[in-house]
T-cell receptor
C-alpha cells in the first residue's frame, strides 16, 4: 500500500509569510504526527492528531498549528515565518503499535 | 528539556566491524525505545525496538540493549556494512490514555568505511 505522502517536497518563503504543508497518511492509519528536523536538534515533536483531534502538542509557539480532516489527511501551518523556521518538516502516521511511518518530508527554506 | 540524548554526533567504523550507537534518557516512564534510520532525502524508517521490560532485542545484524538502571540503551550493528551509513535516531515512546508520544534524540551519523 502507498506510504505517507507529503506535499510540497520543497518550498521557499520569505520572512513574514505563512506556509501550509500537507500530509496523507497510510491508508487505515488514524494518527498523524508532525516533526521538525534541524541540524543538531534531531526530530522535534510538533503535534499529533487522531480522529481530527489534537492529542499531543510539543513546545512550539502558537505560530505553528495543524489540523486533521475526516479522511485522516493532515495539514500544518506556520504563520509569520522566521528564518529559524527553515527546516525539514516530517509527517508520520501510525496505526496503533506506536511504530511511526514517515513521509519524505517537506523542506522549507525561509529567506 | 532533552529527554532523549545522543551525545555522539557521528561515528566512523570499518566495514565488518561492530558499530555501537548510544542513547541516554531521563524519564523512567517510557514504555518502548526505538531506533530509526534515515538516509538523505528520505524520511526515517523504523529499525528495531525494545520494550522497557526487556533488556535485549535482536534482529539479524541489529541488537538493542537496554540498561534501565543507567537509563541507557545502545544499538549494536554486527557486522557493519557500507549500506548502514546513515543517521540513526534513538526514540522513546510513552503510552497514556488515548495515545502515545514519541521523543527523538538528535541523531548519530554513522559512516561505514569499505
Amino acid at each position: 500500500k502507498a506510504g505517507v505522502t507529503q506535499t510540497p517536497r520543497y518550498l521557499i518563503k520569505t520572512r513574514g509569510q505563512q506556509v501550509t504543508l500537507s500530509c496523507s497518511p497510510i491508508s487505515g492509519h488514524r494518527s498523524v504526527s508532525w516533526y521538525q528536523q534541524t541540524p543538531g536538534q534531531g526530530l522535534q515533536f510538533l503535534f499529533e492528531y487522531f480522529s481530527e483531534t489534537q492529542r499531543n502538542k510539543g513546545n512550539f509557539p502558537g505560530r505553528f498549528s495543524g489540523r486533521q480532516f475526516s479522511n485522516s489527511r493532515s495539514e500544518m501551518n506556520v504563520s509569520t515565518l522566521e528564518l529559524g523556521d527553515s527546516a525539514l518538516y516530517l509527517c508520520a502516521s501510525t496505526y496503533s503499535t506506536g511504530e511511526l511511518f514517515f513521509g519524505e518530508g517537506s523542506r522549507l527554506t525561509v529567506l | 528539556d532533552q529527554q532523549v540524548k545522543q551525545n555522539s554526533p557521528s561515528l566512523s567504523v570499518q566495514e565488518g566491524r561492530i558499530s555501537i550507537l548510544n542513547c541516554d534518557y531521563t524519564n523512567s516512564m517510557f514504555d518502548y525505545f526505538l531506533w530509526y534510520k534515515k538516509y538523505p532525502a528520505e524520511g526515517p524508517t523504523f529499525l528495531i525496538s525494545i520494550s522497557s521490560i526487556k533488556d535485549k532485542n535482536e534482529d539479524g545484524r541489529f541488537t538493542v540493549f537496554l540498561n534501565k538502571s543507567a537509563k541507557h540503551l545502545s544499538l549494536h550493528i554486527v557486522p557493519s556494512q557500507p549500506g548502514d551509513s546513515a543517521v540513526y535516531f534513538c526514540a522513546a515512546l510513552r503510552s497514556f490514555t488515548g495515545g502515545f508520544k514519541t521523543i527523538f534524540g538528535a541523531g548519530t551519523r554513522l559512516f561505514v568505511k569499505a
